[in-house]
């Protein structure tokens, strides 16, 4: 077994301590894209002794596996003694720098005492080369170490990576032999096993596969089963399993657990959890001041990490935060450190894909690696995508930290006041939104703020609008970095936004080339989704290319024991609507509802839409029905969003804590409505099987709201050769209209009617991204839905006597 570790990575695994403080380094990241130009800079200026970017590798061969510690020194000095000079650009006060950063140090002595290793000297010197970013001064600090002194210093710290480089190769044994034993656990359903084999066989070919897998075909276990097989044969090392949901989370998560309990498959899983959502103090402040889980953190992680390998396959929240607890660690870092000795890692969108989010143990400088990426709801992954990779600038943020230091003396405040000032007059040129060429003029009078504020910033700590001046100190680099990315695939543009006001746009349109670059860090990447209609739109809009593969799994969902209807005399045309519209669609949810009590949701294009019928079925039909009506809030918590699950398995002895699994008989005398919002929290992701939805009722096309950003896209796609109507507005929309109808039909069992209240749907343009399975769609009417509705659970009924 061949383990490799970067010389940075081991000198940061094994040597850090102290506290885990957010109140330093706030321009780390910053320091380390502009230090690359500082670096290329300091090597061209010295001489013919000087080697740049020098490759060192040491390999240390067990019986059981061969370690390999690389990496790119700096610099080379020929000298004598050598020298083995390491570059650090910062934004700080060289003035204030009295040593070197401990770690820097460390780094630089790997590499000497490699260089000393392999060359056979008998002494070395140590360069630590601060450059600031600012003024480019440089400040040096030199030390000279013995072999006997680098040798053992180093064997020191190469013994204690051993306990865990010995660990992971014992464990890579146990898990390998495991895999090979591991059977699928349930009898193939159809289509199954060739959607098993196809990404398999994708996996082998390293390409990239767009899988559509109708609901209730197993996609995560057929999915994650023939990837963790590839990892057993050597194609991969880990995989990742990425999700747009928690919920969607938990459904990888169990069918680990699955695996674990039927195949006794070992295989490491860690599931990272957002750092606000698993920190165990009251206030997410990562300040060693406020948090005892952040004070002496890195003093005590290694051994947290090394009792959970010893004990737990499952490194789920719930472990995490057990062994946070008794170690006195912070459980968002403990998660990350020890994602490092799992074989798979669940986790949201962002772990992958964002630029100031994305794993940097994994990642950083575009790194690849042995992995398998699952990207679970797919679908999803095109307007995160777009989110991620776009950035504001808004004025009024500026306009109140301007307010809040207007007293007080801050070293870049006329930098604040030129920025306001240009983003001022900009808003004040129009009141429409406008397309920007350029806005380079701009982007320098940010780049000169946000330096100013970084060396602030790293020369104090504390002190009155801290808070504040980091959070827009950050926003400044976002914006910054993202504006280093534009390209061909974005707009610029400004708006008066009705809620946050004025603001100018860097609108990633298309973010394929985006994603792309980080798909290309994986040997293999299965994107997959119940709803990849298109999938030529996915795949354009996803990173695909022609020699990535394609792929559709036929449902083995029984069509007789699912109704779908097609009113053609209703509409939500924002034209159309009004009370004459309002009151069909309450009726059309009256006569469908009387035909089978039980469980329905009704999906609607807007809170406000969902309002007016509301509204108009509660005063005229709920008590005809005998219907308890639920309305989806605007901004739920998580135990509002549970209670009003709750409802759909009320009167039944059922754990509600895990409502993927939702599995219930409702009562037959019971009618439980949800009106709720298409494309919302309630329209995707949950899984409530059987009984507990026999109906889903959607009215209009899901397309979005006409907005700026909608048109921006809309403009840019037309100008490309494409459908700008279909790429902005409908193929989104039916996505969220197909989400919708899914939560119907979830598994062999399920049984229910899926009504399309929107007569559009009748056109072709809608009828030819109905998934292949709808065959058997008929169109009614008011009068004609009782019918049509009664005949299907009837011809139900017979069948099931």
């Known amino acids: 077994m061949q383990i490799r570790i970067s010389v940075r990575g081991l000198v940061e695994f094994i040597l850090r301590q102290g506290d885990i403080d957010n109140r330093i380094h706030t321009s780390a990241e910053n320091a380390m894209l502009e230090g690359g130009r500082i670096h290329r800079k300091i090597q061209k200026q010295q001489g013919s002794s000087y080697h740049a970017e020098y490759p060192l590798s040491y390999n240390i061969h067990t019986s059981k596996y061969d370690l390999t510690i690389e990496g790119r020194a700096d610099g080379i000095i020929e000298e004598d003694p050598v020298i083995i000079d390491e570059i650090k650009g910062t934004y700080k006060n060289l003035d204030h720098m009295d040593e070197p950063v401990p770690v820097h140090l460390s780094q630089a002595k790997v590499y000497a005492a490699i260089y000393l290793i392999q060359n056979s000297l008998e002494q070395i010197g140590v360069r630590m080369t601060y450059c600031s970013l600012e003024t480019e001064e440089i400040k040096k600090f030199d030390y000279t170490y013995s072999a006997s002194q680098i040798v053992s210093w180093f064997e020191d710290v190469v013994s204690k990576y051993r306990v865990f480089a010995d660990f992971k190769a014992e464990w890579n044994s146990i898990c ?90 070992r295989f490491k899983t860690v599931t990272i959890t957002a750092k606000d959502k698993i920190c165990l103090s009251k206030e997410c402040d990562c300040n060693p001041e406020k948090c005892p889980y952040a004070k002496g ?63 940097k143990r994994y990642f950083a400088e575009n790194n690849s690696g042995e992995y398998i990426f699952l990207i679970d709801e797919a679908h999803n992954l095109v307007d995160r995508g777009r989110s991620m990779y776009s950035a504001d600038l808004m004025l009024s943020p500026l306009a109140d930290l301007k307010e809040m230091l207007s007293g007080a003396y801050v070293p870049f405040k006329s930098h604040m006041t030129a920025l306001y000032n240009q983003i001022l007059s900009m808003a004040n040129s129009s009141d429409r939104p406008m397309m920007l060429e350029t806005i380079e003029p701009l982007v320098e009078m940010i780049d000169r703020l946000s330096s100013s504020m970084s060396s602030y910033l790293d020369d104090n700590s504390e002190g009155p ?3 504040e001046i980091v959070n827009y100190y950050f926003e400044l680099s976002r914006f910054l970095t993202i504006y280093d990315k534009l390209d061909d695939h974005y707009r610029i543009y400004q708006e008066w936004d009705d809620k946050e006001g004025f603001r100018i746009r860097l609108l990633c349109v298309d973010p394929s080339l985006n994603l792309g670059a980080c798909m290309s860090r994986a040997v293999s990447t299965i994107l997959f989704s119940a709803t990849f209609l298109p999938i030529q739109y996915y795949k354009e809009l996803l990173g695909g290319d022609d020699e990535d593969f394609e792929m559709y799994s036929s449902s083995s969902f ?40 039980g469980n329905y949701m009704v999906f609607f294009p807007s809170h406000a839409f969902l309002e007016e019928v509301y509204d108009v079925y509660l005063s005229k039909y709920a008590e005809i029905d005998g ?29 509600l804590s895990d409502l993927i699994n939702m599995e219930v008989d409702i009562e037959d005398d019971r009618i439980v409505i949800g009106f709720c ?35 921006v896209l809309r403009h840019f796609f037309d100008e490309n050769g494409r459908d700008g109507y279909d790429f902005a507005y409908r193929y989104p929309g039916m996505n969220k209209v197909l989400q919708a109808a899914g939560r119907v039909i979830r598994t062999e069992e399920d049984t229910g009617v899926v009504a399309l209240l929107d007569n559009r749907f009748l056109q072709s343009s809608y009828r030819s991204l109905f998934p292949r399975e709808w065959n058997d769609v008929e169109t009614v009417t008011t009068q004609t839905v009782n019918n049509a509705i009664s005949e299907f659970w009837a011809r139900l009924s017979q069948t099931q006597d």
């Open 627 to 655: 219907a308890q009506v639920l309305a989806q809030g605007s901004n739920m918590s998580e135990e509002e969003r549970e209670m009003f699950l709750d409802m759909f398995s009320e009167g039944n002895n059922v754990n």
């Open 176 to 265: 390998t032999n495991s895999i090979k034993n591991c059977p699928f656990p349930f009898p193939y359903r159809k289509g199954q096993k060739e959607l098993a084999a196809g990404v398999y066989r994708t996996i082998v070919h390293g390409k990239k596969l767009f899988l559509e897998a109708p609901t209730g075909t197993g996609k995560t276990l057929t999915t994650v089963f023939p990837a963790i097989a590839a990892i057993g044969q050597g194609k991969a090392e880990k995989l990742f399993y990425m999700t747009a949901k928690t919920l969607t989370a938990a459904a990888a998560s169990d069918t680990f657990q699955l695996l674990r309990r039927t195949g006794k498959l």
């Open 558 to 597: 029984d069509p007789d024991k699912r109704c779908i209807v097609i009113a053609k005399d209703v509409t939500s045309r924002y034209a159309m609507r009004g009370p004459e519209q309002y009151e069909k669609i309450s009726e059309y949810i009256h006569r469908i509802v009387q035909k089978r009590r």
């Open 465 to 467: 609008f801290h808070d």
């Open 297 to 359: 953190h890195y003093d005590r992680v290694n051994e947290a990490m090394l009792d959970m390998m010893r004990s737990e396959d499952n490194y789920s929240r719930d472990t995490i935060l057990y062994y946070a607890r008794k170690h006195m660690v912070c459980p968002f870092e403990l998660s990350l450190d020890i994602s490092l000795f799992a074989d798979g890692i669940i986790c949201d969108y962002n772990y992958v894909f964002d630029p100031f989010v994305y794993l």
């Open 677 to 711: 919002v298409t494309g919302g929290i309630f329209s995707e992701s949950i899984d409530l099987r059987k009984d507990s939805l026999i109906g889903s009722i959607i009215v209009g096309c899901g397309i979005p709201l006409v907005c700026n950003e909608r048109e």
